[in-house]
C-alpha cells in the first residue's frame, strides 16, 4: 500500500522565489547607494581622530555663555514650538472632520482635506522654514509658521482617525433626539475623542520642540541661530554650551508630556 509522504513547508517555491528576489533586490540598492554616495575610505579612516579633535576643543564646556545668549535662546525655542503647536490647531481640526469619513460624506472633502494633510508632512520643517523666510525674513515668524505648517498633516492625520474609531451609538442616539449637529459634535464625539486630542496634541509639541531647535540653521530663530553662529566662529566650546541645553531640554519635555499624558489620559 502505497503512502503519500506529505512535507510541511512555511512557504511555497512561489514565495520563496518572491523573498530571494527582494533580498536580492536590496542587496543591488545597498551596493548601487554606495558607489553613488562616493565614499572616500581615507576620510572614513581619519573620521575617529578629527571626531575626537572636535570634542576635545569642546571641553571645557563654556558655562558663562549660557546667560549671555542660551538661555534667551531656549526660552525662544520653547515659545516656538508652543505657538506652532497652537496655531496647527486652528488649521489641523477643520481638516481632521473633513477627513473623518463618519462626519462628512463628501468624496471631494475627503480628497481636498487628504491633499493639504500629505502636502504639510511631506515637506520637511527645515524646507518649510526656508520658505518663510525668503517671505518673512530671517527671525521667529518663520519659525512658528514652518512648525505650524510642518504639523498640520501629523496632528489633521492622526485626528481624523481617531473621530472615525469613536462608538456611533452615542452619536446615534443624540441624532434621534434631533439634536443640531454642533451638539452632537460638541457632546457625541468630542468627549470620545478628548484622551487622543491631548494625546496627539503634546506627542507633536515634544515632537516641535526638538524641530525648532535647528530651525535657526536657516534663519528661523531659536538656539539654532546662537549654534549656527558658534559653529561659523569656531567657538566649539560654545557650541558644546548649546547642544547641553538642547539635550536637557528635549529630555525635560519628554519628562513633561510623560507626566501629564498620565495625568489626563
Same mark, same amino acid.
Given at each position: 500500500?502505497?503512502?503519500?509522504?506529505?512535507?510541511?513547508? *512555511?512557504?511555497?517555491?512561489?514565495?520563496?522565489?518572491?523573498?530571494?528576489?527582494?533580498?536580492?533586490?536590496?542587496?543591488? %540598492?545597498?551596493?548601487?547607494?554606495?558607489?553613488? +554616495?562616493?565614499?572616500?575610505? @581615507?576620510?572614513?579612516? /581619519?573620521?575617529? @581622530?578629527?571626531?575626537?579633535?572636535?570634542?576635545?576643543?569642546?571641553?571645557?564646556?563654556?558655562?558663562?555663555?549660557?546667560?549671555? %545668549?542660551?538661555?534667551? %535662546?531656549?526660552? @525662544?525655542?520653547?515659545?516656538?514650538?508652543?505657538?506652532?503647536?497652537?496655531?496647527?490647531?486652528?488649521?489641523?481640526?477643520?481638516?481632521? &472632520?473633513?477627513?473623518?469619513?463618519?462626519?462628512?460624506?463628501? %468624496?471631494?472633502?475627503?480628497?481636498?482635506?487628504?491633499?493639504?494633510?500629505?502636502?504639510?508632512?511631506?515637506?520637511?520643517?527645515?524646507?518649510?522654514?526656508?520658505?518663510? +523666510?525668503?517671505?518673512?525674513?530671517?527671525? +521667529?515668524?518663520?519659525?512658528?509658521?514652518?512648525?505650524?505648517?510642518?504639523?498640520?498633516?501629523? =496632528?489633521?492625520?492622526?485626528?481624523?482617525?481617531?473621530?472615525?474609531?469613536? $462608538? !456611533?451609538?452615542?452619536?446615534?442616539?443624540?441624532?434621534?433626539?434631533?439634536?443640531?449637529?454642533?451638539?452632537? #459634535? #460638541?457632546?457625541?464625539?468630542?468627549?470620545?475623542? &478628548?484622551?487622543?486630542?491631548?494625546?496627539? =496634541?503634546?506627542? *507633536?509639541? /515634544?515632537?516641535?520642540?526638538? @524641530?525648532?531647535?535647528? #530651525?535657526?540653521?536657516?534663519?528661523?530663530?531659536?538656539?539654532?541661530?546662537?549654534?549656527?553662529?558658534?559653529? $561659523?566662529?569656531?567657538?566649539? /566650546? *560654545?557650541?558644546? !554650551?548649546?547642544? #547641553?541645553?538642547?539635550?536637557?531640554? =528635549?529630555? &525635560?519635555?519628554?519628562?513633561?508630556?510623560?507626566?501629564?499624558?498620565?495625568?489626563?489620559?
Amino acid at each position: 500500500m502505497n503512502t503519500i509522504d506529505h512535507h510541511w513547508q *512555511r512557504f511555497t517555491l512561489r514565495q520563496k522565489l518572491s523573498r530571494y528576489a527582494v533580498y536580492l533586490v536590496l542587496v543591488l %540598492a545597498f551596493f548601487q547607494s554606495i558607489q553613488s +554616495v562616493e565614499v572616500i575610505p @581615507e576620510f572614513l579612516l /581619519d573620521a575617529p @581622530e578629527q571626531m575626537g579633535d572636535m570634542f576635545s576643543r569642546m571641553w571645557p564646556i563654556d558655562f558663562a555663555y549660557y546667560p549671555v %545668549a542660551v538661555h534667551d %535662546a531656549m526660552i @525662544e525655542t520653547l515659545n516656538i514650538a508652543t505657538l506652532g503647536t497652537l496655531i496647527t490647531l486652528i488649521f489641523a481640526i477643520p481638516l481632521a &472632520l473633513m477627513n473623518a469619513s463618519n462626519i462628512v460624506n463628501s %468624496a471631494w472633502c475627503h480628497w481636498i482635506s487628504r491633499f493639504f494633510l500629505v502636502s504639510s508632512r511631506s515637506v520637511n520643517s527645515l524646507v518649510w522654514a526656508l520658505l518663510f +523666510v525668503s517671505i518673512f525674513g530671517p527671525g +521667529v515668524i518663520a519659525g512658528v509658521l514652518a512648525i505650524a505648517f510642518r504639523s498640520i498633516g501629523f =496632528v489633521g492625520k492622526l485626528l481624523g482617525e481617531a473621530i472615525e474609531e469613536v $462608538n !456611533m451609538g452615542s452619536i446615534e442616539a443624540l441624532k434621534a433626539t434631533g439634536a443640531s449637529w454642533m451638539s452632537i #459634535l #460638541l457632546k457625541g464625539y468630542w468627549p470620545q475623542v &478628548l484622551p487622543a486630542f491631548f494625546s496627539i =496634541v503634546l506627542f *507633536r509639541w /515634544d515632537i516641535n520642540v526638538r @524641530e525648532s531647535a535647528v #530651525l535657526g540653521l536657516v534663519g528661523a530663530g531659536g538656539i539654532g541661530v546662537v549654534l549656527d553662529d558658534s559653529m $561659523n566662529l569656531f567657538q566649539w /566650546d *560654545r557650541v558644546a !554650551m548649546s547642544l #547641553l541645553a538642547i539635550f536637557i531640554i =528635549v529630555i &525635560l519635555a519628554e519628562i513633561v508630556v510623560v507626566n501629564i499624558r498620565k495625568r489626563l489620559i
